[in-house]
């Protein structure tokens, strides 16, 4: 009976620490922790005022972003604006939440 108690605790154990290390992006919906990729987005100066942290890559991005002048309803469009956003963003070097690759075309998550 111990025994199985220890195999127990291994397995949930196990389970918890993958499912820390895993990245929040959510493929299917194209959403980080409930907050949707796409939409008007308005850059912030402040981390702390942040939806969401991201860093400029050139290879391997989470995310790829065309910015657009209107309709901004596809995975990885984003139309900048001032104010009314659907997503604060932070440009960050260090310890960002998703990878963004600017395009021109083909936008979205691989």
């Known amino acids: 009976m111990k025994r199985i108690y220890q195999i127990l605790l291994i397995i949930i154990t196990t389970t918890l620490c993958i499912s820390a290390t895993t990245s929040q992006t959510t493929d299917d919906d194209c959403t980080f922790e409930g907050k949707k990729l796409y939409g008007k987005i308005r850059f912030v ?11 400029i890559v050139n290879s391997f991005p989470d995310l790829k972003v065309k910015f657009v002048e209107n309709f901004a309803d596809d995975c990885g469009e984003w139309q900048v604006v001032e104010y009314g956003e659907d997503l604060k963003v932070y440009v960050a070097e260090n310890f960002a939440d998703v990878k963004v ?4 075309s083909f936008p979205g998550m691989d």
Not at 101 to 104: A, D, G, L, P, Y
Request: aromatic share 6%; net charge positive; glycine share 0%.
């Open 45 to 55: 100066e402040n981390a702390n005022n942040a939806d969401v942290k991201i860093k």
């Open 101 to 104: 690759k600017f395009v021109t």
